[in-house]
């Protein structure tokens, strides 16, 4: 009797441990995003819809393999005395964008709120949260359901320069609006829950970004 209640046991904890196995290659799926060619097609459609919705505006437009990437800066898009409202400006450009996608099933949208590493990292979570939630709050006015629309907050944790210079902290000020697929966009929402890396000991350069003419790295 012992024996088989040992027996037993053994194959409790066996199937605990396939089961907890499963549960974490089910999530190694989910976090791996499809190759580029897999949306390339979209991307080649959209790309020149999108440097249209926000030509003209301060905001700008990069294609990172298999996303489409607009990025609002803090500066000239959010309100210096609200800093978690979006300025009159801002609006056009967001709403343009969102009437894009209303209609298209196949896309997704991740919207990321960043902040620069001044001050304290809670507030700064919080207040790159809200601004988040602002851009994403134009996509839902214009029918965008919870099942394509993801929106985070990364306080400072994903700075695109150094935080040691003024010209860095506003490039880290910004709310990027990332279109893919909503495979890729399930990858990335893996992706971004995952703990931060350290942050960037010297400025990268940028490029790649454009506000209807492309940017040199310096």
Not at 2 to 7: E, P
Not at 62 to 72: C, P, Y
Not at 92 to 101: D, E, S
Request: with cysteine.
């Amino acid at each position: 009797m012992r024996n088989k209640i040992i027996a037993f046991t053994c194959c409790l904890l066996m199937a605990g441990c396939s089961s907890s196995d499963q549960k974490k290659e089910e999530a190694a799926k989910v976090a791996v995003m499809p190759p580029p060619q897999v949306t390339r097609a979209w991307l080649d459609e959209y790309e020149p819809k999108l440097r249209e919705a926000v030509k003209g505006s301060n905001f700008e437009f990069e294609r990172r393999e298999n996303l489409l990437v607009v990025t609002a800066p803090v500066q000239g898009s959010f309100n210096p005395d609200r800093p978690q409202m979006l300025l009159p400006a801002s609006l056009g450009p967001i709403t343009r964008v969102a009437k894009l996608l209303e209609a298209d099933n196949d896309v997704a949208v991740v919207v990321l709120g960043h902040a620069d590493s001044s001050g304290d990292a809670a507030a700064n979570l919080d207040l790159s949260q809200q601004r988040a939630r602002a851009v994403t709050s134009i996509f839902r006015l214009s029918g965008l359901k919870q099942n394509r629309l993801q929106v985070m907050g990364l306080g400072s944790d994903a700075p695109r320069a150094a935080n040691d210079t003024a010209a860095g902290r506003a490039l880290n000020r910004r709310v990027e609006i990332l279109l893919t697929s909503p495979d890729t966009m399930r990858g990335l929402i893996a992706k971004y829950s995952q703990p931060p890396k350290a942050e960037l000991k010297d400025a990268p350069k940028v490029a790649a970004v454009d506000q209807g003419k492309q940017v040199k790295s310096e």
